[in-house]
């Protein structure tokens, strides 16, 4: 499957131009392909992010959780008793 690529011009401090190419290397793959990368999981994870902030916004209020099962009473979890 061919993607549509765009290619762009990225200035870098010298040191990071030299980690960077070395940094390619070791991964057996090209500055240009590596940064490329980097960008896209970026770009996911800033997507994946907005995704769920949206579910979690889109709910009811108030405190529930996932398997339906109520939370714990106030005295539940303040039991003194239990710990003397």
Do not use: C
């Amino acid at each position: 499957m061919k993607r549509n690529k765009k290619n762009v011009t990225v200035t870098l401090d010298r040191e990071v131009a030299r980690w960077a190419r070395v940094e390619a290397a070791r991964r057996g793959t090209s500055v240009s392909r590596m940064l490329g990368d980097i960008l896209e999981n970026e770009m996911r994870g800033s997507d994946a992010y907005e995704r769920a902030m949206d579910r979690f916004f889109a709910q009811e209020p108030g405190m529930h959780r996932a398997d339906g099962r109520p939370l714990p009473t106030r005295e539940e979890l303040h039991d003194r008793a239990g710990l003397r």
